[in-house]
């Protein structure tokens, strides 16, 4: 994509995380990928919205301090408090499930991470549709 924003990757990687866990064939090690995915697309949403306001975004995978810069910063970002009190469970996703051997996510954290970014993205500007993720046929993630 010649245009393409942290905003559009960010959904890219929440399509990814919905696509794959729909798919989830009970591989615990499947939810520590969904899990990164997910991180990668809360962090990058709103690198994205700081970045569009001016703001140099930190190097940090840190979700609840990017979200304290933005507060600080008076960048126009929404959120609940339930992504809020979940943020620091996010960010953890980031590196422990790549750098720590036998770690594995919860099925119920991937659930409520979906749904938590999922909201995330839609205050901040994403469409449903832009959301859905391409399935095989037959593949339901209504309940997702």
């Not at 615990?28 to 697309?41: D, R, T, V, W």
């Not at 995978?61 to 992504?83: G, K």
């Not at 979906?114 to 859905?132: H, P, T, V, W, Y």
């Amino acid at each position: 994509m010649n245009n393409e924003t942290l905003f559009d990757r960010a959904e890219g990687n929440f399509r990814y995380a919905v696509r794959n866990y729909s798919l989830f064939s009970g591989d615990e090690l499947e939810l520590n990928f969904i899990g990164y995915s997910l991180q990668q697309s809360a962090e990058l949403a709103i690198k994205h919205l700081m970045e569009i306001n001016g703001i140099r975004y930190e190097k940090t995978h840190q979700i609840e301090d990017l979200l304290d810069t933005c507060e600080a910063e008076s960048i126009p970002i929404r959120y609940t408090e339930d992504f809020y009190n979940f943020a620091p469970a996010i960010s953890r996703w980031e590196s422990q499930t790549r750098y720590i051997k036998n770690y594995r996510l919860a099925k119920r954290q991937v659930e409520k991470g979906i749904k938590l970014i999922r909201e995330f993205l839609i205050i901040n500007g994403a469409s449903e549709e832009d959301l859905k993720p391409s399935l095989p046929f037959g593949v339901d993630s209504s309940n997702i």
